[in-house]
């Protein structure tokens, strides 16, 4: 927590890492900005600050036509906690508000809608409906500036319940009226909206290091559902998957940094291919969950670099997120698959299942052909077709009737400590598959594997016990980031087993070589 004092300082410096933990509104001007605008700075006595923009844009204060404070990333705090306010901000960022209503997002909470509106306004500033308004405008000026859609229709896609709400909404917002916002950008490339193509940008903090979130998802694609290819640029790569959205269904690209391009750059570049433009914000939100967006690099990096195991891989790989998921059913179901199995032969499983109970794309997309199957059609599915064994499948068949029926949650509003416990009363299911699943499912910033095959390994890369018990005493040091020190020690594995590969090949090559 800061003061405003210190949010004053942030501003005045420009410091960039503040962008989307705050927002600061300067009376004399009734506009609210980033952290970082490179607008000449405001007395500190015309200076408010707010910890939204929907606080801000309820206060009277209009959006930065400058540094466009709507577009930064989530703050990081709601990638760590855990109570009723942290999890109702990542379920409206899911769009449930749009799609249910302040009544559905206080029922999948557990509260009544008038505690839910108390406690976010006193924390927030905002209540839910401002919340899911302030995102609304944003998924709006999107639409606006990067398709040719009609306004009309950018209204409904937006989740506006009406035209003059959205016309309303827009002028409060931004001071502009849709088509003058669309006008003045009228130079941007637009994506044909017939094929419901959105080209976008993903905002971050700090430092992010693509080739590991890269490496890591390119390990573990499902053939058919997803894919890593070259990228658009040389040096490149692209990952690419389908979606199963509220509304219909998607196909996702994000480009990941050239070696050459600065680790700080402060976006990826993004291409959304939607069935129903509706499913836009959910989409984005989750999409920013599977590359962790929103985390603070600085803040994770800067505690691991205390300890002397850990800051060496910190410093050599700045910016190290911890990669979440789009979608925490398939996400579940591949965990058990993984379970005393090499990553290798998880995937391939994963794709069997693909192939047989999956949903067909209407058309074939590169390498992309199928939506994962949900956990309804895997629990109805015959047994003697599940070619593993049978505890396995027991555990699998098991735990997607629980999620198909709703017996155990694993949504973004879910409480952590909840799912887990619903999760270990189920046959089959352990505490390996329930840490993994908090820390990709649930965005658990602080979980760590002591039993995990490439944890142990890592950790006698560096020289350390591999033992359970010694590992997880000493990941204590590591909190709140200690699912950032396991992706750090996996890849130190990763890169121990690289090399000693190398070393067996070398050496089997000198040795084929003539006396």
Known sequence: MIDDENRY?????????????????????????????????????????????????????????????????????WNHRADLVGRAVRLIGDGVVDREGVAGLADRLGYSARQLQRQLIAELGAGPLALARAQRAQTARLLLQTTELPVTEVAFAAGFASVRQFNDTIREVYDRTPSTLRTEHG??????????????????????DTDHLLDFLALRA????????????????????????PYGHGIAEVDGLAPDD???RGWLDCRLTLSDLRDLTTAVHRLRALFDLDADPDAVDGRLATDPLLAPLA???????????????????????????????ARTLAGRLAEAYGTPLPAADGGLRLLFPTAAALAAADPEHLKMPQSRRRALLGMCAALADGTVRLDPGVDREQAAADLLALPG?????????????????????PTDI????????LGESGDPRSAAERSAAWAPWRSYALHHLWS???????NRAAKARTTRDTRKEPA
């Open 9 to 77: 300082r942030a501003v005045h410096s420009r410091d960039a890492r503040f962008d989307g933990v705050f927002f600061t509104a300067v009376r004399t001007t009734g506009i609210y900005c980033r952290p970082s605008c490179p607008a000449t700075t405001p007395k500190r006595s015309n200076c408010s600050f707010f910890p939204t923009a929907a606080a801000a844009q309820g206060a009277g204060y209009r959006a930065c036509r400058r540094c466009r404070p709507d577009s930064v990333p989530g703050s990081p705090e």
């Open 262 to 264: 600065p680790r700080t």
């Open 454 to 461: 490439g944890v142990r390994d890592g950790l006698r890369s």
């Open 492 to 498: 130190a594995a990763g890169a121990h087993h690289a």
């Open 222 to 245: 499902v053939p058919g559902v997803e894919e890593v290819v070259p990228g658009p640029y040389p040096g490149t790569r692209t990952y690419r998957r389908t979606l199963t959205l």
């Open 187 to 208: 130079g941007h490339r637009r994506s044909p909206v017939a094929a419901g193509s959105l080209a976008l940008r993903l905002a971050y903090r700090g430092a992010v």
């Open 315 to 345: 410093a050599a790989r700045p910016g190290l997120r911890s990669p979440g998921h789009v979608d925490p059913h398939e996400l579940a179901v591949r965990a058990v698959l993984g379970q005393q199995i090499t990553v290798a032969a």
């Open 429 to 449: 299911i352990g505490p390996w598959t329930v840490g993994y699943l908090r820390m990709r499912a649930l965005a658990d910033p602080d979980v760590f594997l």
